[in-house]
């Protein structure tokens, strides 16, 4: 790219020295630095465009269906693997960033369509019970898990022994189950146990012990 200039310079200053006698009037038009005739430019080796680089064969996103109609789903399971929504979340059923659908509620799996709210889309839903169906009638009651287990109700029985009074091994047989009788404080209970006295434990204590332990071993050789 330079060399036509630089040849150039180069004639310009052979005319102009033929027709002057002084060299001086050649020096304005030499360049100081000595120029470098042979230039290197190096090009690209590789094509970076079309079918030059050649088809990558990555491997497989495993996307597609994880779980079927009417299988037992736990809280943040994967239902649906998927790119762009090809599946909608329907009931207590989520959607995460990468269009993946996973359950919001423990249940059971339900593909299903609502004709009459979205007719062109296809949902996925949870539902509570393996009895319910998808999508539900209008103006139906929602349905929703509450995390409450069922308990049945028992009559408790009346103990034969007074609240309030101590209880004694011979009387604590006679308290049947589900009876309450109150215990007194803990600082109460403290004031009438008796006084634990601890011993005072020397510093040079241990000493006289590893002290005598060695006299002993020393004995018996």
Do not use: C
Request: glycine content about 8%; charged content about 30%.
């Amino acid at each position: 790219m330079l060399l036509p200039r630089i040849v150039s310079k180069f004639r310009f200053a052979s005319t102009v020295f033929e027709k002057s006698s002084s060299p001086l009037a050649v020096l304005p038009w030499i360049p100081l630095s000595k120029p470098s005739l042979l230039t290197h430019i190096r090009h690209a080796t590789h094509k970076a465009s079309k079918a030059s680089n050649g088809a990558k064969d990555g491997p497989g996103k495993r996307l597609g269906a994880k779980k079927t109609t009417g299988e037992k789903v736990r809280v943040g399971m994967i239902i649906y693997r998927q790119r762009g929504t090809i599946w909608h979340p329907g009931e207590n059923a989520g959607m995460g960033r990468d269009h993946t659908i996973f359950a919001l509620q423990p249940g059971y799996v339900r593909y299903y369509k609502d004709l009459k709210n979205h007719p062109k889309r296809q949902f996925i839903g949870i539902a509570l019970n393996p009895t319910q169906i998808l999508p539900k009638p209008a103006n139906a009651a929602r349905t929703r898990r509450l995390g409450m287990i069922p308990v049945p109700l028992y009559e408790r029985v009346r103990s034969t022994v007074e609240p309030g009074t101590p209880l004694t091994r011979e009387e604590s047989y006679k308290v049947s189950e589900g009876s309450y009788i109150p215990r007194p404080a803990n600082w109460r209970i403290g004031k009438v146990m008796p006084k634990l006295v601890r011993k005072k434990v020397r510093s040079d204590s241990r000493r006289k012990s590893i002290r005598k332990k060695e006299i002993a071993i020393k004995k018996r050789k």
